[in-house]
Antibody, heavy 116, light 108 residues
Framework: QALLQESGPGLVKPSETLSLTCSVSGVSFGTQIRAWVRQPPGQGLEWIGYIYSSGSTSYNPSLRSRVSMSMDPTKNQFSLKLTSVTSADTAVYFC??????????WGQGTLVTVSS | SYVVTQPPSVSVAPGQTATISCGGYNIGHIGVHWYQKKSGQAPVLVVHDNTDRPSGIPDRISGSSSEDTATLTIRGVEAGDEADYYCQVWDTSDDQPVFGGGTTLSVL
C-alpha cells in the first residue's frame, strides 16, 4: 500500500522559512515526479511545484522566487522549503506523486500555520 | 497561462445524476483529470485522461469531454458523494498543472 507522509513544524513565524519533508513507502517513484500542492483554508487546491527524478524542478510562477525542492532517493524522501512566509502561506500542504500529468498518490496533508 | 473554470456549487437529490463541468479553451483536446476532495482528507483521483477510472472507483462516476468543456458525471448520487471536485489539466505553455477552482457537490 502506497504511503506518503508529510512532516514538519505546524507553526512557522512570519518571514521565516517553512520546511516540510515527505517520506514515501510502499510505492516506487521510478521516473514519476514528486510534487507539492497546498490548500489554504476555505480555498481551492494550488500547485506549488514538482521535482523530477533527475533533480530538476519546476515551480509555480507565483511562488518561484521563494520555493525550493529537493529529494533524497536513498531515504525515500523529498522536501519543500518556502522562504519569507506570510499568513497567506497558511495552508494544508500535500506531497504527491505525479504520474504522467496527474496525481495518483497523495499524502494525507499537514496543516502549516504562519503566525507569530 | 491556461485557465479552467468550474461552477462553485452543484446540488442534487439522492439517487439523481450530478454533472460538474470544467471549461477551458479546446479542453476537449487535452487530458482532463478529476479529483474528489472531502473535508479533512487528501484528494482522491476519480477520473484521469478524460474518461479513465482508477481501480476502486465505481462505474457510476464517469468523465467525458467536448470542444471547450469537460464533464464529470455521477449517477445515483449518494450522501457519501458530498465533496469538492476539482478538474486539472496540464498547461504546456508553463509546463505546469492547473487546477480548476473546485465545485462543491451537495446532496439534498
Amino acid at each position: 500500500q502506497a504511503l506518503l507522509q508529510e512532516s514538519g513544524p505546524g507553526l512557522v513565524k512570519p518571514s521565516e522559512t517553512l520546511s516540510l519533508t515527505c517520506s514515501v513507502s510502499g510505492v516506487s517513484f521510478g521516473t514519476q515526479i514528486r510534487a507539492w500542492v497546498r490548500q489554504p483554508p476555505g480555498q481551492g487546491l494550488e500547485w506549488i511545484g514538482y521535482i523530477y527524478s533527475s533533480g530538476s524542478t519546476s515551480y509555480n510562477p507565483s511562488l518561484r522566487s521563494r520555493v525550493s525542492m529537493s529529494m533524497d532517493p536513498t531515504k525515500n524522501q523529498f522536501s519543500l522549503k518556502l522562504t519569507s512566509v506570510t499568513s497567506a502561506d497558511t495552508a494544508v500542504y500535500f506531497c504527491a506523486r505525479l504520474n504522467s500529468n496527474h496525481v495518483d498518490f497523495w499524502g494525507q496533508g499537514t496543516l502549516v500555520t504562519v503566525s507569530s | 497561462s491556461y485557465v479552467v473554470t468550474q461552477p462553485p456549487s452543484v446540488s442534487v437529490a439522492p439517487g439523481q445524476t450530478a454533472t460538474i463541468s470544467c471549461g477551458g479553451y479546446n479542453i476537449g483536446h487535452i487530458g482532463v483529470h478529476w479529483y474528489q476532495k472531502k473535508s479533512g482528507q487528501a484528494p482522491v483521483l476519480v477520473v484521469h485522461d478524460n474518461t479513465d477510472r482508477p481501480s476502486g472507483i465505481p462505474d457510476r462516476i464517469s468523465g467525458s469531454s467536448s470542444e471547450d468543456t469537460a464533464t464529470l458525471t455521477i449517477r445515483g448520487v449518494e450522501a457519501g458523494d458530498e465533496a469538492d471536485y476539482y478538474c486539472q489539466v496540464w498547461d504546456t505553455s508553463d509546463d505546469q498543472p492547473v487546477f480548476g477552482g473546485g465545485t462543491t457537490l451537495s446532496v439534498l
